[in-house]
Every structure is written in C-alpha cells, then in structure tokens.
C-alpha cells in the first residue's frame, strides 16, 4: 500500500519521531461541558469556562503528546495558539449531538464545519466517532456506512488522514440505558469485532482506526490471559491498518491494561482523555488545584504510558498493510507535480 504526499505527512504528524501514536484528546464536549453547568446550575455551560478548561489540557498535556484532538468549538478558537507548532493538530469533525432514533444512533457533522475546513485551517488529520451497533437494523447500519464513506471521499479529496472512532452502545431494548459517551456496560466481544469488520474495507478511507477495547476495561487483567489477549489479537488483524487505543472512560490501571494486550496485537499508540486528566477534573473550580493535579498526575501517567508504548507498539509505518519495505511515498519521482490534483 502507498501513500499519497498529504496522507503521509499527516500520518507523521501525528506520530513522535519513532513513528508512535502518543495522542491526547482535548475534543470531549458533553463529558467537560456536564459537569461545568452542574457546578453553575445551568442547563449550558459557559463558554469562556470549558475553553479555558481545554486550554489548560493543551498547556499541561502537550509536551508529552505526539498530537492533540481539538474541537472547533471551544479548544481551538481559545487554545490553538497554546498548542505547540511541533505537535501534530487532529480536528473533530462529527458532532457530538447525534439522533437517537428507535433503531440506533446516526451521526452528523458539526454545522458549518468541514474536511475542507480542517485542511484549509492547517489540520494534520480529521478525526470522527461513528456509534454503531452491527445487530442494529439495515437501514440505520446503512447511514452510519454512507456517512462514514463521505467523510473517507472528502479526506481522499483533500489528501489528510482520516482517523475513525468507533464505539457500540446501547440499543432501545438494552438494559443501562445511557447517552454518556462511556463504555457501554455489557457490551459484547463480538460486536466490537463485527463493527470493526464492517468498516474495514478500503472504500470507507480509513487511514487509523481508534477502537475500544473488546473486552469490557474492568475484565481486562493485568498480565496475560490468552482469552483476552486473542479477543485483541482479532480486532487488530480485523482493523488491517494502524490502530490506537480509547479509553472511553477507564481508569488509570484498567487503560494501562487494555495497552499492555493491545501493543500485543500490533496497536501503534493511543488516543485518550479522560483517563489522562478526569481526576484532576474533578477538582473544578479550583483551577490551581486542576492545574497541579494536570502538571503532577496526569503528566506522571502519561510518562508511564509513554514508556510502554515506546517499549512494545508497533511503529504505524511497519504495519503489514504497507508491506515489507513499510509506508512508502507515491510517486517518489520526478511525475510528482504533475499527477498530484487540485482540490476542485
């Protein structure tokens, strides 16, 4: 498999020198902007206070992150000039109201924001979260396929990654009922595989798939447990390109679990938030307590995760779908100016 010039130089954007995914997600709105109106008794949180929150994500959290995801509402127009101009810039793209239908979720993108939006904006990647349910009816499987294949056409057009997130979650008929953007509880091994094979097919763009974990965080044990581990073993083999973990919620241990099988499985990083700084969070609206608790913390864990990842994942450009030689520019010849297109 070859990569185009745009495609490449983003994928190594978002990547530390050795080609590791060491990604921090500052793009959350309903798991920062809840608690915030909570505090002020309010059905929406201002502004200025969930900006100022995600630009102090952005101070604390970057030296230790290859990338950073932003959202175009509050992390970039408050904090963009924060963010580090070496550090790789991921862009959401899907909006985190989505339709809760009586067949499942579909997702939408964010108003008067596009893939063309992103590029133009100096964007390495676009990032997007589909839910979806494999054992949902056709139809609605069908909009999230339709939608997830728009965006992969539009990131070819304008030559960036697409980095997709996948998440199952609860149907109309399934018990713990929630809209929270956590791990389903109870959800199924096999539907987190079978989702990850539904959008496994090239003509969907996928360049990096950001998965959860196929095993429930709470159940994946420390060490090695070969059910467990094949459970990851498939998912990677399933995704057939780069892959990083989320971690939806977890906790500190539970998250370094999931990495130690994941890396396992071939897994070249991950892209995580609230297992990095939902505990200093917690401590709002003491924003001096919240930064040392960033500062201490969250940065002592992502050194720790860091270390692991630098110890056991696979580079993204070894992945077996670039072949042997590896991730390759194309055309790497003097034909390059005159194929490459134009965004029109």
């Known amino acids: 498999m070859l990569l185009s010039a745009g495609k490449l130089w983003g994928m190594r954007r978002m990547a530390d020198a050795n080609g590791l995914f060491k990604m921090t997600a500052v793009?959350?709105?309903?798991?920062?902007?809840?608690?915030?109106?909570?505090?002020h008794g309010v059905s929406e949180a201002p502004w200025q206070e969930v900006a100022d929150f995600k630009t102090l994500l952005i101070e604390t959290l970057q030296d230790q992150s290859s990338a950073m995801l932003l959202d175009p509402h509050f992390a970039i127009p408050r904090g963009l000039d924060k963010l580090s101009p070496s550090k790789?810039?991921?862009?959401?793209?899907?909006?985190?109201?989505?339709?809760?239908?009586?067949?499942?979720?579909?997702?939408s993108e964010i108003?008067?924001?596009s893939v063309a939006?992103?590029?133009r904006m100096g964007g390495d990647a676009v990032k997007v979260l589909a839910w979806y349910r494999?054992?949902?009816?056709?139809?609605?499987r069908q909009k999230q396929k339709d939608f997830t294949r728009r965006i992969g056409e539009a990131c070819a057009r304008y030559d960036i990654p697409f980095l997709f997130e996948l998440l199952v979650y609860p149907l109309a008929d399934d018990a713990h009922q929630t809209t929270d953007y956590v791990e389903m509880s109870g959800k199924r091994t096999d539907h987190v595989l079978q989702s990850v094979a539904d959008f496994a097919d090239p003509d969907f763009g996928i360049d990096v798939f950001k998965l959860e974990s196929p095993v429930a965080a709470k159940d994946v044990p420390g060490g090695h447990d070969d059910k467990v581990q094949a459970a990851f073993d498939e998912m990677g083999r399933l995704a057939g390109r780069p892959w990083v973990m989320l971690s939806a919620g977890a906790g500190k241990p539970e998250f370094r679990n999931i990495l130690t099988y994941a890396y396992r499985a071939g897994a070249s990083g991950y892209l995580a938030g609230r297992a990095i700084w939902l505990e200093p969070f917690g401590l709002y609206p003491d924003w001096q307590a919240m930064r040392a608790g960033l500062e201490s913390g969250s940065v002592d864990y992502m050194r720790a995760l860091n270390?692991?990842?630098?110890q056991a994942a696979t580079p993204w450009a070894r992945h077996a779908v670039f072949g042997p030689d590896g991730a390759q520019f194309s055309p790497a010849d003097q034909s390059f100016r005159h194929g490459y297109g134009d965004f029109t």
């Not at 959350?28 to 505090?39: D, E, L, N, W, Y």
């Not at 270390?307 to 630098?310: H, K, M, P, S, V």
């Open 134 to 140: 494999p054992d949902a009816p056709a139809h609605n």
């Open 27 to 39: 793009d959350q709105r309903p798991p920062i902007k809840g608690p915030i109106a909570r505090h």
């Open 111 to 113: 108003d008067d924001w």
């Open 307 to 310: 270390a692991l990842t630098d």
């Open 117 to 119: 939006k992103i590029k």
């Open 88 to 107: 790789g810039l991921i862009v959401t793209l899907e909006d985190s109201v989505f339709e809760e239908t009586p067949d499942g979720r579909l997702s």
